[in-house]
T-cell receptor, first 111, second 114 residues
């Protein structure tokens, strides 16, 4: 059974700092991995999708990498801003089309 | 604008009542999903459907029911058999991984049992 773990569970950083969020998964047989952002009381917003054949994706200040063989993904946020404060979730989709989520990392960027 | 619409946003229910949460998408996606989110926990899959008139149980299907009569609609009924229904419910849709596989979510419905 696929399990997804996110470390750290919570993170507080000063504005302007570069930071890395980690996601690990136990079964490397995945189609893709997706990073989401969730603001309190809201739905999830897709940030980046990495197909299993790709190693990374970039969008603005965000960069996500994928290492299938080691079962790891990282989300890199450059020059963090208070508006980046949210919960970040990663999810993997494997054969059978079931998406499995991690518990998330709560990020707070202090101004 | 393309997207997923969930309604109602907030819902209060008395114990013993069934309630139905609506989920509509105009993204022309084949697959639709229902997730439940509880404080401090990750999302847990309730039901999913990969095609019209077909759906499968997820990890926590007990006390819930769904239907998929139309491609754009995937309503979730929370029955009185669900022991602890107070939660935040999220609907999502995607095309199969062979196409893009990117998952899109609605804004959620918060159900409170009084």
């Amino acid at each position: 059974k696929q399990e997804v773990t996110q470390i750290p569970a919570a993170l507080s950083v000063p504005e302007g700092e570069n930071l890395v969020l980690n996601c690990s998964f136990t079964d490397s047989a995945i189609y893709n991995l997706q990073w989401f952002r969730q603001d309190p009381g809201k739905g999830l917003t897709s940030l980046l999708l990495i197909q299993s054949s790709q190693r990374e994706q970039t969008s603005g200040r965000l960069n996500a990498s994928l290492d299938k063989s080691s079962g790891r993904s990282t989300l890199y946020i450059a020059a963090s801003q208070p508006g980046d404060s949210a919960t970040y979730l990663c999810a993997v989709i494997g054969y059978g089309n079931k998406l499995v989520f991690g518990a998330g990392t709560i990020l707070r960027v202090k101004s | 604008d393309g997207g997923i619409t969930q309604s109602p946003k907030y819902l209060f229910r008395k114990e013993g009542q069934n309630v139905t949460l609506s989920c509509e998408q105009n993204l022309n996606h084949d697959a639709m999903y229902w997730y439940r989110q509880d404080p401090g926990q990750g999302l847990r899959l309730i039901y999913y459907s990969q095609i019209v008139n077909d759906f499968q149980k997820g990890d926590i299907a007990e006390g819930y029911s769904v239907s998929r009569e139309k491609k754009e609609s995937f309503p979730l009924t929370v029955t009185s058999a669900q022991k602890n229904p107070t939660a935040f419910y999220l609907c999502a849709s995607s095309n199969p991984p062979g196409l893009t596989g990117e998952l899109f979510f609605g804004e959620g419905s918060r159900l409170t049992v009084l």
